[in-house]
């Protein structure tokens, strides 16, 4: 699994174009964190109303699952850039120097393909399903009260896509720390160990004093 991770900053292009994305993927995961909250209080009101009135809200299920690329995908690339999604880090902790940086560099690359053909699937999707003359400009809608489908379908690719620019920069980060042998690039997520994990948990512990 993921280890805690931090990401070095200078002044390169590389790094400036780091923090210049870090602030979209922020403003998406902050929508991503307003979809589970929008979520939980539609839920409390279609309880709410079942219980009081016999009347749950109407839709609930399809506002569900419009919801659900929201919370799946925009975060991803945000957690992508601090480098927690799951990995094998007992295998990766073995590694130093540039062996690391290959391993990680190739891993990147294989995330990136798949990312590219996933952008193209979720965009050949999402096209199926617009269509500018049609009714709220939707060939398809939910079940319950009718709700377009296109804009959830959108979602996965414009999330993909921003995954791809950040795993370029990570590609450019990880194949620049190789080439030139950096024991602390930039632009990358750089696992700690235990006891800098500890440390960095102190830190932020007197910062609250």
Request: glycine share 8%; proline share 4%; charged share 15%.
């Given at each position: ?130 269509d500018f003359g ?65 440390a960095a948990e ?8």
């Amino acid at each position: 699994m993921a280890g805690q991770a931090t990401v070095l900053e200078d002044g390169s292009r590389l790094s400036r174009l780091d923090r210049h994305l870090l602030r979209l993927e922020q403003f998406l995961a902050l929508i991503s964190g307003l979809a589970v909250f929008g979520l939980m209080v539609l839920a409390v009101v279609s309880v709410s109303g079942r219980n009081a009135i016999n009347a749950p809200l109407p839709g609930y299920v399809d506002w569900i699952e419009q919801a659900m690329p929201l919370i799946a995908f925009l975060g991803i690339s945000y957690v992508q850039r601090d480098g927690g999604h799951i990995r094998m880090d007992i295998m990766i902790a073995r590694l130093h120097g540039r062996a690391l940086w290959l391993f990680e560099l190739v891993s990147v690359v294989l995330i990136l393909v798949l990312m590219l053909a996933l952008v193209w699937g979720s965009w050949s999707h999402f096209d199926r399903s617009f269509d500018f003359g049609a009714p709220l400009w939707s060939r398809d809608s939910s079940i319950d009260i009718g709700i377009p489908l296109w804009p959830a379908k959108l979602l996965a690719p414009v999330a993909f896509s921003v995954l791809c620019a950040r795993l370029v920069l990570q590609v450019w980060g990880y194949g620049r720390a190789f080439v030139l042998g950096l024991e602390h690039p930039v632009a990358v997520p750089l696992i700690q160990d235990a006891a800098a994990q500890a440390a960095a948990e102190a830190e932020q512990f007197e910062g609250q004093d």
